[in-house]
């Protein structure tokens, strides 16, 4: 397997620019800065003439990244305060009101905001966007739930499985909220998806007494950076359904600072790939 150093590419979304922050959590185009009629064949053709140009050891890659929807532990952290939340309500599965733990579910809200995502995906196909033959996604329910949303009935003609990986999941530990559910509670709930092989029956990464650190995510997310570049050589485009945790893993992975992205948002990146 080869050592990858990544860093993104700016300059081609909205997102890579301060002066046009914030952004809606689906901006129009999911923050393509071309609005052409032709502006996703324009874009990913210019990421093949990268890869075209580029010296032995060096690829790139576009990877749409989506929040999960919100669940019932963002609902109840809504409630109490981030303080309150990370001191004492998180380390609970719920109040008497509102069950979050462990592995909660999309609240009615969080679901319109997958649809959200799934509406964009719709709009985006007619001016050129693909499907994305590599697929991805947390194995914790919100995640699942809404990649389910994301792409039911999108690109039927290209029915590629959503691969459910174990490293892609939340900040582990502590809180109950990222406490996933068994291997087969997600066969069952989710036939459609593929599960990764090393995904554990129990799980038996989450720690009720240590929660993960910063780097150990970030270290976590290069280990899916490099399954994605180790294994996908022929495909340029990735879709990831994850949390904002692992999401700004994913970008100290890359060198990038981390980004406030809200439930059911999405972050495009152009991410480069050199060995080392």
Not at 29 to 46: C, H, I, P, V
Not at 71 to 80: F, S, V
Not at 240 to 266: C, D, E, Q, Y
Request: net charge negative; aromatic share 12%; glycine share 8%.
């Amino acid at each position: 397997m080869c050592n990858y150093r990544y860093e993104t590419i700016p300059g081609y979304f909205a997102h890579d620019d301060p002066a046009k922050l914030p952004l809606p959590a689906v901006p129009p185009r999911f923050g393509l800065n071309d609005e052409s009629e032709n502006r996703w064949t324009t874009f990913l053709a210019q990421i093949k003439d990268l890869n075209k140009a580029a010296s032995p050891g060096t690829l790139y890659k576009f990877f749409l990244l989506s929040r999960h929807g919100q669940g019932y532990h963002n609902l109840a952290e809504a409630k109490y305060g981030t303080a309150a939340w990370d001191d004492y309500w998180s380390k609970l599965n719920g109040d008497g009101e509102i069950v979050w733990g462990p592995d909660p579910k999309l609240t009615p809200l969080g679901i319109e905001q997958a649809r959200t995502i799934h509406e964009g995906w719709v709009t985006e196909a007619k001016f050129g966007l693909p499907a994305p033959l590599n697929r991805y996604s947390s194995p914790l329910t919100r995640a699942m739930l809404t990649a389910l949303i994301i792409f039911n009935g999108t690109y039927e003609k290209y029915p590629s499985r959503i691969l459910v990986k174990e490293n892609i999941r939340e900040v582990m530990g502590v809180h109950t909220c990222d406490k996933r559910n068994t291997h087969s509670y997600i066969a069952d709930a989710f036939p459609s998806f593929e599960i990764d092989s090393c995904l554990t029956e129990e799980d038996e990464l989450w720690d009720p007494n240590v929660r993960e650190s910063d780097t150990a995510v970030a270290a976590r997310a290069k280990t899916i950076l490099d399954y994605v570049f180790e294994n996908n050589h022929d495909t340029i485009f990735t879709s990831l359904t994850a949390h904002g945790g692992f999401i700004n893993g994913f970008l100290n992975a890359t060198g990038r600072p981390n980004f406030s992205l809200a439930t059911g948002g999405v972050l495009p990146l152009v991410v480069k790939a050199t060995t080392e």
